[in-house]
């Protein structure tokens, strides 16, 4: 699969995604509308402390580790029904690394 044809899929994605989204807002507002908004109990504010939090950072990848990964978001999209997030895919092989790298030092 070249670029262009991966590029036209991510396309196709993005509009049935976007489209999704717009009719749920739709459904949503309508059902905002007879409900009432209540405020959240502190409680729910609260986050558990081992909760993991994501922070934004920008890092250089080779442009085949971007086409292996938009690859992979298709393949899941059309196994699962649901487009997953590029950073999900890349914070789940960040933590595989991890896990690799302790093992190979337990070995040692």
């Known amino acids: 699969m070249d670029y262009s044809q991966l590029q036209k899929l991510q396309d196709e994605l993005d509009q049935k ?3 999704s989204k717009t009719a749920s807002l739709k459904d949503s507002g309508e059902k905002s509308q007879k409900a009432k908004i209540h405020p959240p109990l502190p409680e729910q504010k609260i986050k558990k402390s081992n ?3 994501i922070e934004r ?3 250089d990848i080779f442009s085949d580790q971007k086409m292996g990964l938009d690859e992979l978001q298709l393949m899941l ?3 699962h029904g649901k487009k997953p997030k ?3 895919l890349v914070r789940e092989a960040v933590d595989d ?3 690799k790298y302790k093992n190979e030092r337990k070995n040692e």
């Open 86 to 88: 590029i950073g999900s």
């Open 77 to 79: 999209y059309r196994k």
């Open 97 to 99: 690394l991890f896990k």
């Open 57 to 59: 950072h920008s890092f």
């Open 17 to 19: 995604d976007k489209a």
């Open 51 to 53: 909760e993991r939090k």
